[in-house]
């Protein structure tokens, strides 16, 4: 799919409903209508090319790392070309895959469908959202050609003020890219108020859309401290202002406290949506209505608000007061207890179901599996004394991808199998989409487990040259990697596929009672060809039907 | 059990007292972690299994939760993680909270080496001597960016900064050879950063320590790097005097215990003083270094404000030196430390 960013090609197969308006893909099928597109749609599929890409190049990366950590001395590359390369790899991963790849591309796509809206609140603001992202991606791309910072996706200072390195377009990069997140969230959080269809009470509406609510006011709020911080590190950089310079009056730590204030609810802006999706899936596939609604909602909410609370955890070893570094360990805790309640919640919603093993409930299994294990790691780090001897160690790396790779990506892909026939209207191979699935759990266990392990051991991240007790761990790890490598070009290979010649997917192939399966597959540039009234929840299994109700309009 | 447990998960050895009181958190972490992940894995597959579909449009009932259930949801995790949290915490207080009786160690970060220096006077690169079943503390700062001082061995890590004091302690319980890592990325050989730690038995270090004082050239491991060369010969003491005089700090601190311009220094050490602002702080090594680059910050009621920063006029080494200084000066007794075996 990756390949193809205008799907010019696209040829309407001859089970196509022949009257009734065309849907969103074969509205205009020239670049320029789709580069002056306001569909939300639209904007969706010019997303989730562009976070492909950035998933291509971060994934490239990636196995570059895992290469060139086969041998404890120089295997592949130098050691400034390795620290350039887990720079890039951690920047283009963070900013140009995960923020944006569940809600700018899932987002756009459903959350005016599930709204029972005909667009978002701001369609034009939606598509600039899109080309800050792009300007910003870009100027980030073109330092790492030109030079690449060699800081770490975190720029802690004065390091990243004081290396030879070229700094700045990536800083200057990543700060546009926060302007693109937060006009994101401020569409969705408008829309939600103010486009819901009548009858779609807050206790109606779709759990993926408070979890982008709760995401959009993380984005809101967290982000211009990023954008400002970045800001300071770079004229920092270029002017030599001496504010994170200790010799000139500045404090190098306060750098950490405003970058985390930002990035440890970015971790959130990240897993919420992945929350809201398996949310959705996994009460499609059990055909049961999700237990304890409430709870798994407000719980959305509660991550959002405690997650700007914790930002602390990252200092236990900064020097930061020891009744500073227990409250932050605490309020750590309580973001463990939200997303515990959704854990369960959701693995109470399949007792006394109708499971249906597809492609997406594997995913779903998997994204169980690494979000508590990397969840549960995650309040262990929290865990002060504990912290002392993993902090900065392959036991965080191994925690956070465990959260970041394996859960949101698990989620990711539980949303790209699970509305694939409603986004192309076309079926794929169900057979190597389990193929892929199983192959991509194995490979994430047989990747970051030795990474805890290493962890423990000693291995401090971002170590080019190690020593060699640590070899067997790290070979482990790189075949681990090269599983997950396999997993994905299939996955490339059977969606292609799919987006070609796959089947037609009729409406609502899952038999779900979410909303957006209610629309033709793919849905019309108008999203519904009526007025959409909400009867009842997107989870009601004891209807035969979605409980929205379509009235055409009288011309 | 402890053996075993620490086998399979990978941990180093245990060489300090706080290794072994951390690891026992560490097992029961990870226990339940690997239980809770494991049943909530298993608890799907066992559903999955149960409830199958088995016909396309199979009805299902409508299951709400009771309140019982949902606070069990809330209950249960609350309650291991506040016990996770009550016990790290306890452990963690224990290890920011050096004992009075701890040795002293400078240690100063820089790309890419660890320097060591002992405020008897000697000084050291990469390789930190220490002797066992003695508490030992250190006090960490940084020439340039930011560094981490990690002892897989002792399970400790603590990041050294420009411009301050930052501390952290240990006693090392088994006599061996202890790699340091630096565990926070500084650059280019940020992985070819490495130190080591050497403990020795008590009377070993003593004798090495004497064998330093003595100035024995040839058993000395520094090695002359201009830009922080430390004298060896001369204590850390003797050379904060020299520094109070030529820095001129003496023209208004005095070292007799009356007040001049600024506080005495006499006592000073760990003195418990009010600010201007009404504020307790205790005159410790990061307070005395703050002081010294930052005199406005934290000025003692009675003072006025007037002294001038001495940021980037003194080197880290200098710093420490003063502070040693300030430390010897005690009316009640002299704490210029000793060996306590071995002779000069």
């Given at each position: 799919m990756s390949t193809a960013p205008v799907p010019a090609s696209f040829v309407p197969g001859p089970e196509d409903p022949a009257p009734g308006p065309p849907h969103y893909l074969k509205d205009g099928t020239t670049v320029r209508s789709w580069l002056l597109t306001v569909d939300h749609k639209r904007i969706a599929i010019l997303y989730l090319v562009s976070v492909l890409v950035g998933l291509f190049l971060g994934g490239m990366f990636a196995m570059a790392l895992r290469l060139e950590l086969l041998t404890p001395g120089p295997t592949i590359m130098d050691a400034l070309t390795y620290n350039r390369m887990f720079t890039l790899h951690g920047v283009t991963m963070i900013f140009l895959f995960m923020i944006p790849a569940i809600p700018a591309v899932f987002g756009n796509f459903f959350l005016p469908i599930m709204l029972g809206a005909k667009d978002v609140a701001f369609p034009k603001l939606n598509l600039l959202s899109w080309y800050v992202y792009v300007i910003g991606g870009a100027l980030a791309l073109w330092g790492m050609v030109h030079g690449g910072a060699d800081t770490g996706w975190t720029f802690y200072t004065p390091y990243s003020t004081t290396t030879p390195t070229k700094v700045l377009p990536i800083l200057l990069g990543a700060s546009i890219i926060g302007f693109s997140s937060i006009l994101t969230g401020l569409n969705f959080i408008v829309s939600i108020h103010t486009l819901r269809a009548p009858g779609l009470t807050w206790t109606r509406m779709p759990l993926f859309l408070w979890s982008l609510y709760g995401t959009s006011i993380i984005q809101i709020l967290a982000t211009p401290v990023l954008t400002l911080v970045l800001l300071l590190v770079a004229t920092e950089a270029a002017f030599g202002f001496g504010l994170f310079d200790p010799a000139r009056g500045g404090d190098p730590v306060m750098f950490q406290h405003l970058f985390w204030?930002?990035?440890?609810?970015?971790?959130?802006?990240?897993?919420?949506?992945?929350?809201?999706?398996?949310?959705?899936?996994?009460?499609?596939?059990?055909?049961?209505?999700?237990?304890?609604?409430?709870?798994?909602?407000?719980?959305?909410?509660?991550?959002?608000?405690?997650?700007?609370?914790?930002?602390?955890?990252?200092?236990?070893?900064?020097?930061?007061?020891?009744?500073?570094?227990?409250?932050?360990?605490?309020?750590?805790?309580?973001?463990?207890?939200?997303?515990?309640?959704?854990?369960?919640?959701?693995?109470?919603?399949?007792?006394?179901?109708?499971?249906?093993?597809?492609?997406?409930?594997?995913?779903?299994?998997?994204?169980?599996?690494?979000?508590?294990?990397?969840?549960?790691?995650?309040?262990?780090?929290?865990?002060?004394?504990?912290?002392v001897h993993w902090h900065d160690t392959y036991f965080v790396v191994a925690h956070f991808h465990f959260i970041m790779v394996g859960a949101v990506m698990m989620a990711f892909l539980a949303g790209l199998h699970y509305w694939f026939p409603k986004m192309f209207g076309k079926t794929y191979h169900e057979g190597w989409g389990l193929v892929a699935a199983s192959l991509i759990v194995l490979g994430f266990n047989a990747t970051f487990i030795p990474q805890f392990l290493l962890g423990n051991a000693g291995m401090p991240r971002r170590y080019y040259a190690y020593h060699e007790s640590f070899q067997a761990l790290n070979v482990a790890s790189t075949a681990g990697a090269t599983l997950l490598l396999f997993g994905f070009v299939i996955i490339a290979i059977y969606l292609v596929l799919a987006f070609r010649f796959g089947g037609p997917a009729g409406p609502n192939p899952w038999g779900s009672r979410g909303f957006e399966w209610v629309t033709a597959s793919p849905p019309i540039t108008e999203n519904f060809d009526g007025e959409v009234e909400v009867t009842g929840t997107p989870y009601d299994y004891q209807e035969d039907q979605p409980s929205v109700r379509v009235t055409p309009e009288a011309e | 059990m402890n053996e075993f447990l620490r086998t399979m998960l990978f941990l180093p050895e245990q060489a300090s007292s706080f290794a072994e009181q951390v690891d026992q958190l560490h097992y029961f972490v990870i226990i339940t972690t690997l239980i809770a992940s494991t049943a909530v894995g298993m608890g799907a597959i066992f559903f999955f299994w149960r409830y199958r579909r088995r016909v396309q449009d199979q009805k299902t009932p409508h299951v709400e939760p009771t309140v019982l259930i949902e606070a069990l949801f809330v209950a249960v995790p609350l309650l291991f993680f506040v016990s996770w949290f009550v016990m790290g915490f306890k452990d963690f207080i224990t290890l920011s909270t050096p004992p009075r009786e701890a040795m002293d160690v400078y240690v100063m970060g820089k790309q890419w080496m660890w320097k060591f220096a002992y405020p008897q006077g000697p000084n050291s690169i990469s390789t930190l001597r220490v002797p066992a079943d003695r508490p030992v503390r250190?006090?960490?700062?940084?020439?340039?960016?930011?560094?981490?001082?990690?002892?897989?061995?002792?399970?400790?890590?603590?990041?050294?900064?420009?411009?301050?004091?930052?501390?952290?302690?240990?006693?090392?319980?088994?006599?061996?050879?202890?790699?340091?890592?630096?565990?926070?990325?500084?650059g280019l050989t940020h992985s070819g950063m490495i130190g080591e730690v050497v403990v020795l038995p008590g009377p070993e270090f003593d004798a090495w320590l004497a064998d330093q004082q003595r100035g024995l050239a040839d058993r000395q491991d520094a090695q002359d790097v201009r830009a922080e060369r430390v004298e060896p010969e001369g204590s850390m003491v003797e050379q904060g005097r020299v520094l109070a005089t030529s820095q001129g700090c003496t023209r208004c601190h005095s070292v007799d215990g009356s007040n001049h311009i600024g506080p005495t220094w006499l006592d000073l050490y760990r003195r418990r003083e009010l600010t201007t602002e009404g504020k307790a702080v205790e005159a410790d090594e990061p307070y005395l270094?703050?002081?010294?680059?930052?005199?406005?910050?934290?000025?003692?009621?009675?003072?006025?404000?007037?002294?001038?920063s001495f940021r980037g006029r003194l080197s880290p080494p200098e710093v420490a030196a003063l502070v040693e200084y300030i430390k010897s000066l005690r009316s009640d007794r002299v704490v210029l430390p000793t060996p306590r075996r071995g002779k000069l």
């Open positions: 204030f930002y990035s440890h609810p970015a971790v959130y802006i990240m897993v919420l949506p992945a929350m809201g999706v398996i949310s959705e899936t996994i009460s499609t596939f059990s055909r049961k209505n999700i237990f304890g609604y409430r709870m798994v909602a407000f719980s959305s909410l509660g991550i959002a608000f405690v997650g700007f609370f914790t930002w602390g955890h990252h200092l236990f070893v900064s020097g930061q007061s020891t009744f500073d570094a227990g409250a932050f360990g605490i309020l750590s805790m309580f973001v463990g207890v939200f997303t515990a309640i959704k854990v369960f919640n959701w693995v109470a919603t399949l007792y006394k179901g109708a499971i249906s093993f597809k492609t997406p409930f594997a995913y779903i299994c998997g994204f169980l599996y690494f979000l508590v294990f990397g969840g549960m790691t995650g309040v262990a780090v929290a865990t002060v004394s504990l912290d | 250190l006090l960490l700062t940084s020439r340039d960016v930011i560094h981490s001082f990690y002892v897989p061995a002792f399970r400790i890590k603590q990041d050294a900064l420009p411009g301050r004091y930052t501390q952290t302690w240990f006693t090392a319980t088994r006599p061996g050879r202890y790699p340091v890592f630096c565990a926070e990325y500084c270094t703050e002081s010294m680059m930052d005199p406005k910050a934290k000025v003692v009621s009675g003072f006025d404000p007037v002294m001038p």
